[in-house]
């Protein structure tokens, strides 16, 4: 035969309820039987909270995920066709400005080295010409239509020249070697290349990404009920699974206004210093945004709430005695309930909270 909790004797309820708040391996006797009230010594073990007035301030959760900032990021591409010689850094190494990434054998670079030193040979050529027509000319032995083509064909050269020796600058090869260095001081978050690796100059793909990580972003998602609650310059609280602990405080700094289709969330960014490269890139969050304050109310912890027969109440204890107080909810965030039907300052039971109850309603 099964019997409710309120079947229970009295006595055989203030056992119960004592052996709950007991720790393990301690064990004590009530002295005096005492159908009236809750033993002293259970009272003794419970934990309380008290009534305080709180700003009512909305929280939304926000799921998001950490990104390398996008101003603080550099993607390396290969202005050349050509084979990795060597390679120099691996995925997560830190590296610094103008350091060696990778080196390629080129044809492109030994071509473009070649285009440079006949553009230098062709200038050095026609510089003679037109030094040697301008004295055939000043001796009346050419004639001034060949002292013109002349100059032409050494403006061509020097043009040429100049052609030559940018693109050179611009692909920075030597030698039939092209080197790929690192434009900015970070961490390399990206690497699509292995060595021997062949690699094509219209390959759409960055070979590697190098991030500044000092300070990341927090990408997170808000469904569309939650859109009129978050405004930018909100503050939040980042937590990630490696240390959830841990509160990183920021704020809402921009909001994308627009719905990804799929699924049918709008992103905000949260840009948050990171000194230590605790927060890495691609790792998960949650995103507690605070709205602003909408007035203050009475609140309790919500673990101290007993629901029965869809009423609330709570167990109060005043002056080693315990007694239930029905109160009104009138809004739970989180972990805080705000009500009325208490003072400020009385102390709520945050413990075994349900049995005290049965116990105190069955006398």
């Known amino acids: 035969m099964k019997y409710k909790l309120a079947d229970l004797p009295k006595a055989c309820m203030a056992l119960v309820v004592m052996g709950i708040l007991s720790s393990c391996g301690e064990h004590e006797a009530i002295v005096e039987k005492n159908d009236n009230a809750i033993p002293d010594s259970v009272i003794s073990k419970t934990e309380t909270a008290p009534a305080t007035m709180e700003d009512v301030v909305e929280t939304v959760k926000l799921n998001g995920k950490i990104q390398a900032n996008e101003s603080k990021q550099a993607r390396v591409y290969a202005l050349v066709s ?24 080129s044809t492109e670079v030994a071509g473009v080295a070649n285009d440079l030193t006949l ?47 940018q693109v050179s600058a611009i692909t920075g090869g030597t030698n039939a070697t092209y080197t790929l260095s690192a434009p900015i001081n970070g961490t390399i978050i990206e690497k699509n290349i292995t060595n021997n690796s062949e690699v094509r100059q219209d390959n759409s793909a960055s070979l590697f990404t190098v991030a500044d990580l000092a300070n990341v972003w927090i990408i997170a998602n808000v469904y569309e009920s939650d859109i009129n609650k978050v405004k930018i310059g909100d503050n939040v609280i980042v937590k990630t699974l490696s240390a959830p602990d841990k509160n990183y405080q920021g704020r809402i700094d921009k909001i994308y206004d627009v719905l990804d289709p799929a699924s049918r969330t709008m992103k905000v960014r949260i840009s948050m210093n990171n000194p230590n490269a605790e927060l890495k890139p691609e790792m998960f969050a949650t995103v507690m945004v605070k709205g602003k304050a909408e007035g203050r109310m009475l609140a309790i912890p919500s673990r101290a709430v007993v629901m029965d027969n869809s009423k609330q109440y709570v167990v109060v204890k005043k002056d080693k005695q315990l007694s239930i107080r029905p109160v009104v909810i009138q809004k739970r965030i989180g ?29």
């Open 82 to 105: 050509g084979k990795i010689k060597s390679l120099s850094v691996e995925l997560g190494d830190n590296v610094k400005k103008g350091q060696t990434l990778a080196v390629l054998q």
């Open 119 to 165: 553009a230098q040979s062709n200038v050095d050529m026609t510089q003679k010409t037109l030094e040697s027509t301008e004295d055939l000319y000043k001796d009346n032995l050419a004639t001034e239509r060949e002292l013109t083509s002349a100059k032409l064909d050494h403006n061509k050269a020097l043009s040429e020249l100049n052609r030559a020796k």
């Open 335 to 363: 972990e805080t309930t705000f009500i009325t039907g208490l003072q400020e300052g009385e102390q709520v039971v945050t413990n075994s909270q349900v049995f005290l109850y049965e116990a105190l309603n069955s006398k």
